[in-house]
C-alpha cells in the first residue's frame, strides 16, 4: 500500500468512526458533570475499560467532580451493596462485547438503590436490557466491525465532555476541545511523522513480547493487545507488573507520551538492569489528547501489517 492510499484509508475510517453526532452526545455527559453534586463512580462492562479510566482522569484532572474507577466485578460485589447513605453517581461505558456484563450491572446497581446516570454503550444493547436502564442519558455508540471504533468514539467523546464542561475556557481548554473536534484535519501530519516509527514498531511486534502503557495510552495498549491483525503472542500488562514478566518475555512494547516520560523511568531502567529491549509509541502532545492520536496510530500500524 502506498503511502497516498495509506492516508486515503486511514482517512475514509477516521471519519466513518467520528460521525458529527459525536458533538451531539458529548453534550449528554457534559450536562451530567455539570449537574451532579455527589462522587462520581466510572465502571465499564467488556474488554476495554480504558474509556471509563480515561474519563476518570478528565475529571479529576480538570474538574472539581471526584471521580473513582472500579472494575465492573468491585463495584457489583464490594461497594453498590455496602455503601448505603453514601451512594455515588455512577455511569457505565459498555462496548460491544459486554452485553453481559451490563446487563448484571443494571440488576446490581438497581437493587442497590443507586442510580445510573450516564450509560455509553454501542448501539447493539437489545431491548431487553435498554428497557432495564431508567435512565434518560443513554448514549449509543454506532458500533461497526472494529473496536478501534468503539474506543476512538468513546475517548473522543470523554475529551469533548470535560472540555465543554469547563466551558472551553482558559488555554487548555479551548486548545483540547478544538483538538477533539478538528481530528479529521490532523491525519495526514499526523501519519508523516510517525509513520517511520510504525514501520519500525511492525518490525518488532514480529516476535512475542508484553505491551504495556501510561495511564492516558492505555487503550492504546488494549487495542494493540486485543488486536486480531498481528497473530504473534503479545501480553497487555501494567507498568508495575512488567518487572515480574520479563523472565518469560524480555521484549516490552511501550506506549506513552512525551509528558509522561519521567514516570517510565524505573521501568525503562529494566534495559539495564535485566536487559530488557524496550520499543516505544510516544506521542508528542497534551496526555488527553495523545490517545485519540494514539489509535489513529495504531489503525495505521494494523493496516501496514496487513500489507
Not at 236 to 248: D, Q, T, V
Not at 257 to 265: F, G, N, P, Q
Amino acid at each position: 500500500m502506498t503511502a497516498g492510499k495509506l492516508l486515503s484509508k486511514v482517512s475514509a475510517e477516521v471519519s466513518e468512526m467520528l460521525p458529527d453526532d459525536v458533538v451531539e452526545h458529548s453534550n449528554i455527559l457534559s450536562a451530567f458533570i455539570g449537574s451532579g453534586r455527589r462522587d462520581v463512580i466510572v465502571t465499564n462492562a467488556g474488554s476495554f475499560s480504558s474509556p471509563a479510566r480515561f474519563l476518570v482522569l478528565c475529571l479529576r484532572n480538570m474538574t472539581s467532580r471526584n471521580a473513582t474507577y472500579f472494575t465492573p466485578q468491585e463495584l457489583m460485589y464490594y461497594v453498590v451493596p455496602y455503601d448505603e447513605g453514601r451512594e455515588s453517581d455512577i455511569i457505565i461505558f459498555a462496548s460491544p462485547d459486554g452485553l453481559n456484563t451490563l446487563n448484571l450491572l443494571i440488576d446490581q446497581v438497581k437493587w442497590t438503590g443507586h442510580r445510573i446516570c450516564v450509560v455509553i454503550a454501542a448501539d447493539n444493547v437489545p431491548q431487553v436490557i435498554r428497557h432495564k436502564i431508567s435512565t434518560e442519558s443513554v448514549i449509543y455508540i454506532k458500533n461497526t466491525a472494529r473496536s478501534i471504533s468503539w474506543l476512538l468514539q468513546t475517548h473522543v467523546l470523554a475529551g469533548l465532555a470535560v472540555a465543554n464542561f469547563i466551558s472551553r475556557s482558559g488555554v487548555r481548554g479551548k486548545r483540547l476541545w478544538e483538538e477533539f473536534t478538528n481530528i479529521k484535519t490532523i491525519i495526514s501530519d499526523l501519519l508523516e511523522h510517525y509513520i517511520d516509527d510504525l514501520i519500525s514498531i511492525k518490525e518488532f511486534m514480529a516476535v512475542p513480547h508484553l505491551i504495556t502503557a501510561s495511564p492516558t495510552m492505555w487503550g492504546v495498549a488494549e487495542y494493540l493487545a486485543y488486536s486480531n491483525v498481528f497473530k504473534v503472542q503479545r501480553f497487555l500488562a501494567m507498568p508495575h507488573e512488567i518487572k515480574n514478566f520479563i523472565r518469560f518475555i524480555n521484549k516490552v512494547l511501550l506506549i506513552t507520551t512525551d509528558v509522561e516520560e519521567y514516570s517510565m523511568k524505573e521501568l525503562k531502567g529494566l534495559t539495564i538492569t535485566a536487559a530488557t529491549e524496550f520499543k516505544e509509541l510516544k506521542v508528542r502532545t497534551d496526555p488527553l489528547t495523545a490517545p485519540v492520536y494514539g489509535l489513529i496510530l495504531a489503525r495505521t500500524l494494523e493496516l501496514i501489517a496487513e500489507q
